[in-house]
């Protein structure tokens, strides 16, 4: 089985933007999400990914994910996702020895910045980064599932 140890946080500042060693334009939608799973869809650095994941809450989780030929991925996005499709900008900055990814979003969820850390246990420690600000990885409206379904300007 494979497995995705990660957590996620809210960022304090922009100084994390100064350490982007690259960043990557993705485009994502979801066939499917309940409290179970979620089949998504996602388009990044022109190539086309099929993902399953688990709908456990907390910073371990079931995760699969497989190529797919672009064409069937832009296809997919455009047809049978629910919409709006996720829009967002990953940006990846080295710190303490771990690869950082700060998921810029647009579109419906524009304004909102996530920064995660994926690790081999979940016991693996790590530095934070002055940047980082509240973890949110137990808080599933910051699943991107749930972005897609509920974006960040509409939460009360």
């Known amino acids: 089985?494979?497995?995705?140890?990660e957590h996620k946080f809210?960022?304090?500042d922009e100084r994390?933007?100064?350490a982007v060693h690259r960043s990557l334009v993705m485009r994502q939608g979801y066939l499917t999400s309940d409290a179970?799973?979620?089949v998504?869809?996602?388009i990044a650095a022109g190539q086309g990914f099929l993902n399953i994941k688990s709908g456990t809450l907390g910073i371990q989780r079931s995760e699969y994910e497989y190529p797919i030929?672009?064409?069937d991925a832009e296809e997919i996005l455009e047809t049978l996702c629910e919409k709006p499709l996720l829009e967002k900008t990953r940006h990846l900055v080295q710190f303490g020895g771990h690869c950082w990814e700060i998921d810029e979003f647009a579109g419906a969820n524009a304004g909102l910045i996530?920064?995660?850390l994926e690790l081999s246990r979940p016991d693996e420690p790590f530095a934070r980064p002055d940047w980082l600000g509240e973890e949110v990885s137990h808080d599933?409206?910051?699943y991107n599932s749930q972005l897609a379904r509920h974006p960040y300007p509409t939460w009360s």
């Open 36 to 38: 179970r799973s979620s």
């Open 10 to 12: 809210l960022v304090r």
């Open 1 to 5: 089985m494979a497995t995705e140890i």
């Open 114 to 116: 996530v920064a995660e």
């Open 69 to 71: 030929p672009l064409t």
């Open 16 to 18: 994390w933007r100064e």
């Open 140 to 142: 599933h409206r910051y």
């Open 40 to 42: 998504r869809v996602r």
